[in-house]
Structures are given as C-alpha cells and as structure tokens.
C-alpha cells in the first residue's frame, strides 16, 4: 500500500520536494529537434523568452506574476502535446552590476580607477560567479517549468561573439557610426544614459538675469540662463527674428564676461536670430552653449558655430588657465554669479520652476555634454519594426499597446549605443594613434586597417545593455550560424510564439528586439531555403503586456511606503501554490492586480479542500480493496484523454452530469487561456473543483461507496469513476497549482496503478483534458440543477422550520412530470443530502410556512415547527410595520401627478411591480400573524 496523504495540507513539506525533483529530472528540458521529429512536430511548438532579470536583482511580485503567467501558459501548452521551450537567462545589466560592485570596493576603500580595468571586469565576474545566480534559484522555488539546459547570461562568450558580429554587420551596412552628439551624461555613473534612463523632475530653481557688453561698448544685451555656468562655453546669443527689441543688435559681437583666460582675450561671439529663442521666455535673448545642450546644439549646427565643451567627465570645470578650472559645476555656478555681480553685469535672480532630468540609477542631475558616441542609425530598422506590427505578425494584448508603440518608433531618434562603463560588452572598434582612423573588426586586428601603422588600442566604451539583450531572441539560439543557414534550433524555435513582459521595458527591450529581429533574421533563409519574409523575421508572434501587482489598497508598492511584498516571504506563509493561484484569479489584461492576503488566504483553503477531497478518495479505494474489489488500473485506462471519448460508463445522473462539466470547463479555459484571461480560467477551475466536484459530486459518490453491500457492479463503477475524474480534475488544475497537483497526482497512481506508477514521470508531462474526452449531455446538467436547487430549497426549508439536523422529514412535492420521473429516480439522493424520509406527490402546489414555490417546482417539509410565540410575534410585527411603511411611501410616489408626469416609463413599472411584491408580503404576514394568535 502506498504511503497514506498526511492528514494536513503543508505546502513547506511538498513544494520544496517538486520544485528540486523537476529540476533534477531535467523535466522540462527539450532536445534540439532531429529532422523527422522537426516535421512531427512542425507548427506544434511554443517558445517563450524570460525576459532575463537583472543578474543583480531579488524576485519581486512584479516577476512572479510575470513568471506565473508565463508557467501557466507553458505548462498549458505543453500538457497539449505541444514541444513547450521556455529559455531561462540572465542580464548583465551594465550600469546596475557596475555600481553594485563599485559600493563593494568603496567598502574597502577602493575605487574602481585605483583597481584598473582588467582586474575591475575580473571582480565583477567573481561576484557574478558567487550571486548572480541568486534570482534563478528564486525561480525554481516558483515551479517555473523553464529549460534549465539553455540557461544564458548576456555576457556569455557565445552570446559575445553574437554581439560582435551585430555590431561589425550593422557598421558594414553603414548603419552604425560614430559621432559628436549632446548625450545625456550622468557625472556620477560617468556615462552617457539614453534617453528613456532620465527622470524628469518639476523643481523650483532659479533663472539668472546677466548682462553681456556689446564689443563695441555700444551698450549690453540681457540674458536669461537656469545654468550660468555653461557660459564659459557660449558661441552666441539667440533672438527671435520677430522680437522687435532686438532687431537691431542681430549681427553684432559681444564680449563674452569671464571668457579671458591665460592672457587670452575675452571671446566675441555673435548675436543671431533663430526662431528657438522664444520672445516670452526670460529677457527673450538666450545664451547659445552648443556643447551644453540639446536645443543649442541644434542652434550651433544651424548657424555654423563650434561647440565649447567646458567640463570633464565628473562636470567640474575643464578650461586650462580659466579662474574656474577644476570648480564642480554647482561651485562654479556661485562663484561665476559672484564675480558677475563685482563687474557689475549681475541683473537678478528670479525664482523659476522647471524641469530637472536626473539620471535613473543614481539621481544625480544629468549633465548634457557634447562627446563622441557610437550611434545605430535607426531607418531602416524602425520603419521594418513598424510594418511588422502594422501587418499583424506581432499582435500586441492589450491591443491599445500597439498605438504607443507607433507613437514612439514614428518618432524615434539615432539610438546611441555606447556607454563609458567597464562592465559589458566591449565595441569592437581600434583607434589608430597614427592616422587617427578607426578600424571594427570582428577578430581583434594587429593592425590598422587604413594606414596599417601598428599603434593601434581598442575602443573603451561597452555597448549599452539593451543592444545585446535586444538580439537575444535569436542569438540564444545559436545566431550567427556559420554558414547564414538557419540550425535546427532556429528552425523549430523561430520566431518565438510569445513575449510576456512589463510596460515599462516596452521600448527599452520590446522595440528594439523587433527592430534587430527583424533585420537580422530577415537574412536568414527559411528551413527549406526560400526568403524569409517580414512575417517569419519577427522576434515573435505575439506581445502580452502584464499588469502591475499594487497593495491592497491599490497602492503601487514602493520602499518608502513600506508596503513591499516580497514573494518569498509570502510564498513561505501560504504555500507557492496559493499565492500563484491569487496572482492568476486576479491577472487580465490591462488590469492592475490589487495583491490582497486575505485572497492568498483563501486559496490556501482551496488548496487544502482539494487535499481532504483526495484523501477521502484514497481511503475509500483502500476501503473498497479490503471489501474484496479489486481496484487497479492499467495505464492505457487513463488513454481516454488520447482516443477521444469518454469511460465513464454510468447511466447515473450524476456520472453523465460531471462528464459533462468536465468537458464544458476544459473548453471555458482552452477559450480563457488564448486570450490572456488568466482570471477567467482560475476561476472556472475554482468554481468547478469546490462547487461541482467536491461540493456534489462527491457527496454523491458517497452515496454509492456502500462496502458493506456484497461486492456489485455499481459500486465499483463509483470507485473507479471517482478515480477518473478525480485524475482528470487535477490535470485541469495542474498549470495553475503545479506542486499540490503533482503531489496528488503522483499519489494516486501509486495507489491505483498495476506498476505502482504513474503513467507518466510528472503529470506536468500528462495530457491536459480536452472538451471532446467526456460525453456530453446537456439534460443532466439541468437535471442536477433542479436536483440541487431541490436540496438546497429542502435544507433552507428545514433550517427555518428548526428541523434538528439528524431528524429526516417528509416532504410534499408538486410539479410537472419530468421532475417527478427526475426525483423519482434520485430518492437516495433526496434523502441522503436533504434528509427527507418520504416524498409525497401532491396534485396542487403546497402552500404555508413550510412550503416554498419556484419556477420548476412547488415543495414543503412536513414539520410541526417549535416556536417561541412572544419571539414570533416580535419579529412578524416588526416587518407588517416595515411593510406598511414601505406601502405608504409607495402610494405617496405613485400619486404624485408631476412625478409620474416626469419619470421614465421602467421606472413607474418597477414602482408598481414593487408596491404588488410589498402588498404580498404584507398580507402573508399579517396572516401569519393572525395564525399566531389562534
Ligand atoms: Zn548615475
Ligand atoms: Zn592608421
């Protein structure tokens, strides 16, 4: 005999078990296809990509909810007989892991610069090598049926040699470049951030009014500036052409304030008209600082002017000889306002609010700065990307996704791709200290490729994070191929069947995947050779957006609210199980999820019904053995799911009812998980398994599991039935409670199967149920519908009547012939579940206290109820008053002449179906009031 359940459901002494058995088990790992299995499984497959968390992060809700929609999915898809690859990976996440590591070293009072290059990359690989895998051991605690095998890390050097070869095709295609550009430079990451890695923040701050003397003494035009310190770097002033105050200073030169430096002059810069100087604006004159920023840039190129860079990488002021050398940008500021005011050319200082951008990772106020930077030129990338989608060969849930991606790539700008950091991947690109030319190459060159002069370093940026994740769609397959033919891997898994991600990496991640997909796989031909076409180019078919997981208060969770949920340690109280299922009964799409734990709570009693539910089964298979049946399956018994029809063989109600439930919910979730709602098929699994199965259909079968009979045909029928559905039931539940599943799955086998086994290694690896397994008969479920509706009418009854519960009462029934035949055939069930001792058929419906009238049916318990009178006659006097009001209040309404003349037709008819209800209910109880009294 197999080992009895435990009386109590613990998901700490399970779970654990499970989620280290499928991971051993390599369960869930999937081969590259052979050739014939390839066109076996042809269009059969379901690929989906982790989107790689940061190699420094802790699990959030945020990914478990991502992860859970994912798993659910994949073992859904996978239980359909469908090759289901889910690839788990890392990123390296350039910024976050180079300032991990830099704290490190300040601990020990190190810094980065002291350690050097090579020695600063080999540390942060040693920390790697000891937490990286921190947030992946996380996951397997969820049960995420990932393919461990093709685990990856962005840094990989296979995924490296991929990036290479991107970086080096795109430069051949003329597509990347190099070039002088306002970034946005972060003094303290000491790089350049991209746009999308800015913060904008409304701050109160000041606008200086200063004075520039014309050069030649003729007077002084006032200018307004937030950042007076970009004026050492000024090369003009900008009016607005239509600003008529200035009209007649356009052209002439100024003598630029503090500009003398080393015995160099002051600078003259010019006054020009450009219509960015916005006559409103301060004193409506601008400082015009090129270098500084991204409008003046503009500005310079158009008027022809040089730009000034006037600060180093830490922005502290960079001018030999100039009295601000070597001041940090904000002392510089004080210093220059200071001396402005000794020359007499300080006007004001006047309180201003404006925007502040501060860099994502650090806060620290971005500082744009002219430098040189790698670009990817972004037509024709972007314009493919935004075909893909217009097309349909990447469909967007929720669809209102696809308008912001449109909105942003018709208005997307050169993607600057380097980063000055230590930590990524390296550009393979060679400065020449001779020619000054730059050689990219995908094997480290010995020489320069233009003046081939031997003095040649490489590049020191790295490539921003986004450009090696944004290929892993296809690089984690094994892109480049060495021969530009797709491999077996790429032929089976390519494109991808879906991507399940957050908004906020919507266009970091999700864009630039399309735009690099598409580019790059369009070279790559089809399987049988032919061109591959936009549609089979796509990273993948599909886009799911998730929500975000708030408090229950529906409040974003954040560390300063302290209202932070960590999975692990909810994971810990409740089981993984329940915390996946509430994830899963709240997740549609476009629905923000309001974590509640008094939900998690609940599904941990489900969990718990569904334990109870297989240890009643399990006790009773023993019970049925020891009287003498002999209860042993052989595996094909469970082939049902495989030759398509049903062996549940009863003509019992309630074997053609659950059948039939069966196949209705295997088909209300097939419909629910196709579109994405996760809520809608958890919660007809719910309902199904604690309402239909444990609810009824149990406490029916009970009826039947009668072994002190001598051994019949019927009661085994029950038992084995039970074990069917039962089986059936978990297989149902499996994607969504994977370990308590497993668990009783693996249970039951052992218990009832010949070999002591169960048919399959897990039953993540078992056939999901399919609408067309059970027969399906509609007249049962209506007949157990009135059938439960009886009972439940009968139980009321009694509980009113105070009917002690161990006491059967008769019950009288009126009602067309086909519920009388209906309850004729389920008495057992009648007397069993409402305790009724007899039905008698009455020929006119019964009417009293004791009867209650329905639709189908008219019924009364025959019960001589005990009443406290002076109780009784409270509580009926208590509601004739209520209905006299109610009645009172009804009459005033409908007489009202300019009411009735104003109120919608539904409305008046509501009124009055109202005032009818109310009468009744008046006159019945006043006549159980006089009853009372006699
Ligand atoms: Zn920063
Ligand atoms: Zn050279």
Redesign the pocket.
């Known amino acids: 005999m197999p080992q009895e359940l435990p009386k109590v459901y613990d998901p700490t002494a399970i779970e654990d078990r499970w989620a280290e058995f499928w991971v051993r088990e390599k369960l869930f790992d999937v081969a590259t296809p052979t050739g014939a299995e390839m066109s076996e499984a042809n269009g059969n497959t379901f690929t989906i990509l982790l989107p790689p968390p940061n190699v420094t992060g802790r699990l959030h809700m945020g990914h478990m909810l991502n992860q859970t929609e994912m798993d659910i999915l994949t073992r859904w898809h996978r239980m359909r007989g469908e090759t289901a690859l889910w690839l788990p990976g890392t990123d390296h996440a350039g910024?976050a892991t180079q300032?991990m590591v830099e704290r490190q070293l300040a601990g020990e009072g190190k810094t980065r610069q002291t350690l050097g290059r090579e020695a600063f990359v080999e540390r942060v690989w040693d920390w790697k090598r000891h937490y990286g895998g921190a947030i992946l051991d996380q996951m397997k605690r969820l049960g995420a049926s990932v393919d461990w095998s093709r685990e990856y890390f962005t840094m990989d050097e296979r995924l490296n040699v991929a990036v290479r070869e991107a970086f080096v095709r795109l430069h051949e295609q003329g597509l990347i470049y190099r070039g002088a550009y306002i970034v946005n430079w972060?003094?303290?990451?000491q790089?350049a951030?991209s746009d999308l890695e800015v913060v904008h923040e409304e701050q109160v701050g000041k606008i200086y009014e200063i004075k520039y003397p014309l050069a030649d003494a003729s007077g002084a035009i006032t200018i307004a500036t937030t950042r007076p310190e970009t004026m050492l770097g000024d090369v003009a002033v900008a009016v607005n052409p239509a600003d008529e105050r200035y009209l007649k200073l356009i052209g002439k030169l100024i003598k630029l304030p503090l500009s003398a430096a080393a015995g160099k002059p002051a600078r003259e810069i010019p006054i020009v008209a450009d219509d960015w100087a916005n006559p409103e604006f301060g004193t409506g004159a601008v400082k015009v600082t090129p270098a500084h920023d991204p409008n003046d840039f503009a500005i310079g190129q158009r008027h022809g002017l040089e730009a000034i860079n006037v600060m180093d990488e830490r922005a502290h002021i960079a001018l030999t000889g100039s009295a601000y050398n070597g001041l940090e940008r904000f002392a510089a500021r004080e210093k220059i306002i200071a001396d402005l005011d000794a020359l007499g050319l300080f006007v004001a200082a006047k309180e201003h609010t404006n925007s502040v951008g501060r860099?994502?990772?650090?806060?620290?106020v971005?500082e744009p700065t002219l430098s040189k930077q790698w670009f990817v030129k972004i037509q024709p990338l972007a314009d493919k990307a935004i075909e893909a989608v217009e097309t349909g060969a990447i469909r967007f849930t929720p669809a209102q996704y696809a308008k912001t991606y449109f909105e942003w790539m018709r208005n997307i700008h050169d993607w600057c791709i380097s980063r000055q950091l230590w930590w990524g991947h390296r550009i393979p690109a060679w400065h020449c200290a001779e020619c000054g030319g730059i050689t990219v190459a995908r094997e480290t060159p010995t020489k320069c490729a233009q003046c081939s002069g031997a003095k040649i370093t490489q590049e020191t940026d790295v490539l921003d994070t986004w450009f090696s994740s944004g290929l892993l769609p296809f690089t984690v397959f094994g892109w480049p191929t060495a021969d530009g033919k797709p491999n077996a891997d790429m032929a089976a898994f390519y494109p991808t069947s879906l991507l399940v991600t957050g908004f906020d990496i919507l266009f970091f991640w999700v864009a630039r995947m399309i735009m690099l997909g598409c580019h790059f796989m369009q070279d790559v031909p089809m399987p049988d050779g032919s061109k591959r076409e936009l549609k089979d180019a796509v990273p993948f078919r599909e886009v799911y957006i998730h929500a975000l997981v708030r408090d229950a208060d529906r409040q974003k969770m954040s560390k300063t609210k302290g209202n932070v949920i960590d999975p692990i340690d909810i994971i810990g109280r409740f089981g993984t199980d329940a915390v996946r299922f509430t994830l899963a009964s709240m997740a549609s799409p476009g629905t923000d999820i309001a974590f509640s734990e008094a939900r998690t709570e609940g599904y941990r009693a489900f969990a718990n019904k569904i334990w109870n539910a297989a240890r009643f089964l399990q006790m009773n298979v023993e019970k049925a053995r020891e009287a003498g049946y002999k209860i042993q399956f052989k595996h094909s018994d469970f082939r049902h799911f495989d030759a398509g029809g049903v062996a549940l063989q009863t003509d019992d109600l309630e074997f053609r009812w659950i059948s039939t439930r069966l196949s209705e919910v295997a088909q209300a979730i097939d419909i629910s998980l196709s579109t994405y709602r996760f809520d809608e098929a958890a919660n007809t699994i719910y309902q199904f398994f604690w309402g239909d199965l444990c609810d009824w259909y149990i406490e029916l079968v009970k009826l039947k599991l009668d072994f002190t009979l001598k051994v019949n045909k019927k009661t085994e029928q029950a038992v084995y039935n039970f074990i069917l559905v039962f089986d059936a039931s978990l297989r149902l539940l499996s994607p969504f409670m994977p370990f308590i599943t497993e668990e009783l799955w693996q249970a039951l086998h052992e218990q009832v199967s010949e070999t002591g086994k169960p048919p399959k290694r897990s039953i993540a690896l078992s056939r999901y149920p399919r609408p067309t397994d059970f027969a399906r008969d509609p007249l049962s479920v209506s007949s157990m519908e009135t059938l439960q509706r009886l009972v439940t009418t009968v139980r009321t009854l009694r509980k009113e009547l105070g009917v002690p519960e161990k006491e059967a009462a008769p019950m009288q029934f009126f009602a067309a012939s086909i519920n009388k035949n209906l309850i004729e055939t389920n008495k057992l069930i009648l007397s069993r579940l409402a305790r009724v001792s007899e039905i008698n058929f009455v020929p006119t419906p019964p009417t009293g206290s004791n009867a209650r009238s329905t639709m189908e049916f008219d019924v009364a318990v025959e019960y001589e109820k005990q009443i406290d009178v002076v109780a009784e006659r409270e509580r009926l006097t208590k509601d004739l008053v209520k209905f006299e009001k109610g009645l009172m209040a009804a009459e005033k309404q409908l007489g009202n002449e300019a009411f009735l003349a104003k109120a919608p037709d539904a409305v008046v008819v509501g009124l009055k179906k109202q005032q009818a209800e109310t009468q009744m209910m008046y006159d019945k109880t006043k006549a159980a009031l006089e009853a009372l009294a006699k």
Do not use: H, L, S
């Open positions: 910024i300032m972060c003094p303290r990451c790089t951030i860099c994502d990772r650090c806060k620290t971005v």
